[in-house]
Structure formats: structure tokens, C-alpha cells
């Protein structure tokens, strides 16, 4: 692989999420016409887990405190904006996601804090590193958000009936 200027590598990562975030309001805004479902909750952080694979590559390794932190803040800090818009609403016997006014200005607002804060970081550590360290917050965030989809889901969800069997 070439030598690629760190500008455009910066210039395209902004451009990345930027395009990402509005794929996620959209997203989310298709969503909340549908039910939500234990696999949807699961999805996505099961889908983003592949992204581990990255730390194959020497060049994007880092210690293991930096990503424990790296996980803890995206957990503790960036995950409660998402939290506190998470609402669900039963409708014709199924629960949806309800819409959030809010949802898309967190949503920008964590981009752009993500994005001062890459402009920090990558003053320090490389561009690889950097990318891996965002990778592990934004895993960290959405992990919780989706523990705590899952945990609210599951208390909406009436137990199913339990079936007395003879015992013969």
C-alpha cells in the first residue's frame, strides 16, 4: 500500500462518520415504524464486533489500558446521551421504538465531540491508533445503549405462559 497523505486519511475519517451519523438518524427514523425485536437490539453490536479484527495489523495496536479506558468512556459518558432517548411505547400488542425530537442533535453533537477529540488525539498516537482507539469507544457506547435497550425491552415484554405438563 502507498504512502497516503494524513490530511486526506482525516479529511475522508470526518467525511466517514459524518456520513455514518446520517445513515444512523435515518436509520433510527425508518425504525421506529417497525417493532422492535431482541435480534434488532443485538444486531448491530454484533455486526460492529467484527471490526476487532482490525488489531491484526501491528500498526493499529496499542496498550490495553488505553483501550480499557477507550471502552469505559464510550460506556460511562458517550452512551448516556443515547440512553436518555431511548423511549419504547407498546402499540397493537408490540413495542416500538418511539421518536425522538432530540435524538438527531445528540447524535451530531457526539460526532462532533468525537471529532475535537480526534483532532486532539491524533497530535499524540498515529492515525491507525487513533481509529482503533474510536472504534473501542464507539463499541463501548453502543454496547451499553443496546444492554439497556435489551433490559427495557425485555421488562415490556409480557412472560410467556407456562405450561403445566403431567408428569407420568
Not at 55 to 65: D, I, M, S, Y
Not at 117 to 140: D, V
Request: aromatic share 16%; no cysteine; proline share 7%.
Amino acid at each position: 500500500m502507498g504512502n497516503i497523505n494524513p490530511s486526506l486519511l482525516h479529511i475522508g475519517s470526518t467525511v466517514g462518520a459524518l456520513f455514518m451519523a446520517l445513515m444512523v438518524i435515518f436509520i433510527r427514523l425508518k425504525a421506529s415504524d417497525r417493532p422492535v425485536t431482541i435480534r434488532k437490539i443485538w444486531i448491530p453490536p454484533l455486526g460492529m464486533s467484527t471490526g476487532f479484527a482490525m488489531f491484526v495489523v501491528p500498526e493499529v495496536r496499542f496498550p490495553l489500558w488505553w483501550a480499557a479506558a477507550a471502552f469505559l468512556i464510550g460506556w460511562f459518558i458517550f452512551a448516556y446521551p443515547l440512553i436518555s432517548t431511548t423511549k419504547f411505547e407498546q402499540r397493537d400488542g408490540q413495542i416500538y421504538a418511539r421518536r425522538s425530537k432530540s435524538f438527531a442533535f445528540i447524535l451530531l453533537g457526539l460526532l462532533l465531540v468525537r471529532t475535537l477529540l480526534h483532532e486532539f488525539i491524533n497530535r499524540y498516537i498515529s492515525i491507525p491508533q487513533s481509529g482503533g482507539l474510536f472504534f473501542i469507544l464507539a463499541f463501548g457506547m453502543i454496547l451499553h445503549w443496546r444492554v439497556f435497550m435489551y433490559r427495557r425491552y425485555t421488562r415490556m415484554v409480557p412472560p410467556e405462559p407456562t405450561i403445566a405438563h403431567p408428569r407420568g
